[in-house]
């Protein structure tokens, strides 16, 4: 592995990982700045490739630990997993930005404030934040690390595609990823649809 410092994060840590979704290989970045870390999971021989299969996926420890049913942001994990897997070729790139870049203590906050009836984006403001504080300059930086020419995204959000198309990431094709709401975080899909332009039907969004 190539440890020379590309922009504002190095590659310093690099295995393959058996999971329940076949075998990935993981390489981990550090931010020069900060020394917060971020994941690249890898499968396949992704250098100098086009199209390349690709979700760029922020953590969310609530789901991915503690499987809570606020969000779907597990689900997207596992089948962001799954789909790569079953694909050959693909690329996750984890970003450490919790509670869409407020951080978790932060995350749990506007969770109470939801409980008063807050949505996910009055929660936000009312602590003083952004509708969505995430940044995705890791995410092209570790793209041109390793040579990809274009992807396939695996979203919903157009925000995301936008922010990723004006840091020079070419997007070939979105390809949604919908996971099933539940009754504890119906309402998030609702807002995530109508306030934050995320793509999906209004079919969609039924729970039996």
């Not at 049913?69 to 930005?97: P, S, T």
Request: proline share 2%; charged share 30%; glycine share 6%.
């Amino acid at each position: 592995m190539n440890n020379k410092n590309f922009g504002d994060i190095i590659p310093y840590a690099e295995t393959n990982l058996p999971t329940e979704f076949g075998s990935f290989r993981v390489v981990v970045f550090r931010e020069i700045d900060n020394d917060k870390e971020h994941l690249a999971i890898i499968k396949g021989d992704i250098e100098n490739t086009t199209d390349l299969l690709v979700r760029v996926h922020s953590e969310c420890f609530t789901a991915e630990v503690l499987h809570s049913l606020k969000c779907d942001c597990k689900e997207q994990l596992h089948e962001a997993l799954r789909a790569i897997g079953q694909a050959g070729r693909g690329m996750i790139v984890y970003l450490r930005q919790e509670g869409r870049g407020i951080g978790l203590g932060n995350k749990i906050r506007a969770y109470s404030l939801q409980e008063s009836g807050f949505d996910t984006v009055d929660a936000n403001r009312a602590l003083g934040f952004e509708d969505d504080s995430r940044t995705y300059e890791m995410a092209a930086g570790m793209l041109r690390y390793f040579k990809v020419l274009s992807i396939r995204l695996l979203t919903n959000n157009p925000e995301k595609i936008e922010h990723l198309e004006n840091l020079g990431i070419e997007i070939t094709r979105r390809e949604s990823i919908l996971c099933e709401p539940n009754p504890h975080n119906i309402d998030y899909f609702v807002t995530k649809k109508e306030r934050m332009r995320h793509m999906f039907s209004a079919s969609f969004l039924k729970v039996d």
